[in-house]
């Protein structure tokens, strides 16, 4: 193809095209320079460029013998842009190789914008090579774009013409360009955190208090003047804790706008939905490292087998990982032994605390002879296990967190509390009524019972875990616990803490003291420069990941087609002898 073809050593003039009347006479004016051999600089009417922006684009053009058109950029970029960026069509000034208008020309003067009629030039070119480029570092500011006839007649010759303006938006370019207003930000303009909880669930368990004890220190500790906060969340789960009531903007997962200097995840990253969502709208994000039993035990990894390299990607790409005890990172670093230094350097351990709620529920001394045993339906948790064993050695025992009056374990001196029905308050009462709080959990990342019980004051008897020695220490507490390395040694622990004195510290950690540490923690990193190494990997690892969804799903929406034709054809065949049987037989 000769408009591809090498140039020689004299570089062609350049013809300077400014469109003041109709598109066909642009198009013959650009047509003749190019038949004599010249370049041709396409302006809309009332643009004009400087000299040196000719000039860059000149060079830019002539990179490569397949850059047959190139534009400028409708943003300004950071000097960390590369020079030039390949996209799908142009806009705006364009610069056309001479060849191009040459043996692929005229431009389609029945187009109503010259937008429109560089599209279509680029679109023809393509298939023979030819590509469009932006030039970084000539600024035209944005364009009004396609209009809607324009696009349908594009649409009707070009089956890629939706998915080639959606990437001329800058959304596959380079990631410096697509957050170039966060690497190199206006003064003075505000700042934004994107807090992702599309996690979360309408009833209250213990995640859903973490995120709204977080929220409460965001609505009320000072902030930097420059940032805003928007949270994403499911509308049941913003209307069943009122999220809205925190000052914040609310938005749903699937329409969060724009980009975000900073994107916080309060849970554990372990979807594909969460991860992508950061990806695309956060220049950096923080993510809270709880645990991880999601890609440890193979039942819960079933549902969704990509969670193991979700949760890896999570841990590389985060600006910051906040585990929540030394025994999460040690396990992380056991899970994943090939993680990169650099990653493992990015992790922070902030330990988690007593809800506020039950720390300030203490004032009353109440013991009704119980003892408790706290955690949830999981298996890890040991919930019935531990009631197996303590039946016949107590007289009554109390498990809040099992699955209650919906399976309902027939033992003999056991109370079944349903996990997500208590508040606050009424938890603080039920742990002010036990004897013995018991925490049998085989696996956890910190262990929130254990810091809502020392609250208390009461003696607790904890599975003999790494993590539940490193919280101990972290509260001090002392003679106050028992560690059973068996499900077995649980009564004989029990009995052993019965007798310990009820003492109430007057200061235990709490969600409050974490949360604050984990907002400082997030307001550094966004006083940080992008890490533009990090920012870059990030995106093209996940540009490449999105562009393997894509293939499945337009084969998948290809196969669905091809089945609904091939049901209406067989529908027709079947209506059409169901006429003629109407019809009956000719006489």
Known sequence: MCAMTARDDRAP??????????LAAISRAAQAAA?????????????????EDVAELARVLGASEHHAMVSGSPIALPAAAPRHLVVPVPAGPTLVRSGVLAERGPLDAGFDSLDAALADLALRVNPLGGSAVIAAGVVVGA???????????????????????????????DAVVRFASVIDPVPGAPRRILVDLGYLAPVVDGTVRNALTFLRTLATAPMPTDVTVVIAAPE?????????????????????????????????ITDQQTILRLDRHCARWVSSHLDLIAVRVLTLLEWDRARREVVRDALAFADLTVAISRAT????????????????????????GAAKEVHESTAAEVRSGYVLLVGNPYPHKRLREAATALVGAV?????FGSDGEADPWGLPGVEQIAGGRLSDQALAELYRGADVVVYPSSYEGFGLPIAEAAAHGRPLVVADTAVAHEVA??????????????????????????????????????????????????????????????????VRHFQIIRSYLRRPERELSAAIAERDALARRSLRRIAGRLRRRLRGPRL
């Open 395 to 399: 007289d009554r025992i109390v498990v």
């Open 35 to 51: 038949l004599a051999g010249s370049d041709v600089l396409l302006l809309p009417h009332g643009v004009a460029l400087t000299p």
């Open 13 to 22: 003039s350049i013809e300077v095209l400014e469109q003041t009347g109709s």
């Open 236 to 268: 049941a789960a913003t209307s069943a804790h009122d999220l809205r009531r925190f000052g914040m903007q609310v938005v749903a997962p699937d329409a969060v706008p724009g980009e975000f200097d900073l994107g916080l995840a309060l849970a554990p």
């Open 329 to 352: 990172v040690d396990d992380t670093l056991a899970l994943y032994p090939d993680l990169e230094a650099s990653a493992v350097q990015r992790i922070a351990v902030v330990p988690q």
């Open 473 to 538: 220490d972290v509260l001090d507490l002392g003679d106050r616990v028992a560690f059973a390395p068996r499900i077995a040694d649980l009564p004989a622990a029990v009995q052993r803490m019965r007798g310990a004195d009820h003492v109430v510290p007057s200061r235990v950690r709490t969600l409050d003291d974490y949360n604050a540490a984990l907002l400082r923690a997030v307001l550094e990193v966004l006083d940080r420069p992008v890490d533009v190494d990090l920012l870059r990997s990030r």
């Open 143 to 173: 364009r009004t774009g396609i209009g809607p006839r324009d696009l349908a007649v594009l649409e009707s010759r070009y089956s890629v013409i939706v998915t080639a303006l959606e990437s001329s938006a800058l959304l596959d370019a």
